[in-house]
T-cell receptor
Framework: GAVVSQHPSWVICKSGTSVKIECRSL??????MFWYRQFPKQSLMLMAT?????????EQGVEKDKFLINHASLTLSTLTVTSAHPEDSSFYIC??????????FGPGTRLLVL | AQSVTQLGSHVSVSEGALVLLRCNYS??????LFWYVQYPNQGLQLLLK??????LVKGINGFEAEFKKSETSFHLTKPSAHMSDAAEYFC?????????????FGGGTRLMVKP
């Protein structure tokens, strides 16, 4: 139980394009989902907290217009990197929180912007 | 505000040796504490968690951690390292009173196991 999936697992895109990453909780409902970013050999940095049916809460320094988050259902949150640039290349990890207990993490999405 | 410090970004042990990964936290309220493991190109897997019950917490794969309030520590140990334990380990803290269960991560410790 408590499986979280991410799609795609890998994406390579040209600079200036937009990329959408999906995060799904497969066997539980998650009112809250989190999006993290991890640079090589570094820790996870929280980007935003996604709440179903309401606007996401962004951490300081994260551009909300660049990283669009939509949490339209209790099992799906999406992160769209708009007008991606090479500096956006990173490992993006989502987690889902079933209102109690720990967060459950997805396998991550590696984004490479050329 | 909460913070987590993991002493030693890299730890190397021989197969069969004791594993000790250090974690110290700072929290103004009673904390939840977690250890996660990350294998290359994968997400995080929960090893164990402390949630104010027993101070010695047993997790998966033979790992355990002890919550010591006086030392504000939550070190991770395993009596005998296996090659398969080589991975990145993250300690994290969360606020017991935080309904969103937001996590603050330490910088991570890469465990290397020598044959």
């Amino acid at each position: 139980g408590a499986v979280v999936s991410q799609h795609p697992s890998w994406v390579i895109c040209k600079s200036g394009t937009s990329v959408k990453i999906e995060c799904r909780s497969l066997d539980f409902q998650a009112t809250t989902m989190f999006w993290y970013r991890q640079f090589p050999k570094q820790s996870l940095m929280l980007m935003a907290t996604s709440n179903e049916g309401s606007k996401a809460t962004y951490e300081q320094g994260v551009e909300k217009d660049k990283f669009l988050i939509n949490h339209a259902s209790l099992t799906l949150s999406t992160l769209t990197v708009t007008s991606a640039h090479p500096e956006d290349s990173s490992f993006y990890i989502c987690s889902a929180w079933p209102d109690s207990g720990p967060q459950y993490f997805g396998p991550g999405t590696r984004l490479l912007v050329l | 505000a909460q913070s987590v410090t993991q002493l030693g970004s890299h730890v190397s042990v021989s197969e069969g040796a004791l594993v000790l990964l250090r974690c110290n936290y700072s929290s103004s309220v009673p904390p939840y504490l977690f250890w996660y493991v990350q294998y290359p190109n994968q997400g995080l897997q929960l090893l164990l968690k402390y949630t104010s019950a027993a101070t010695l917490v047993k997790g998966i794969n033979g790992f355990e951690a002890e919550f010591k309030k006086s030392e504000t520590s939550f070190h991770l140990t395993k009596p005998s390292a296996h090659m398969s334990d080589a991975a990145e380990y993250f300690c994290a803290v969360s606020d017991l009173n935080n309904a969103g269960n937001m996590l603050t991560f330490g910088g991570g410790t890469r465990l290397m196991v020598k044959p």
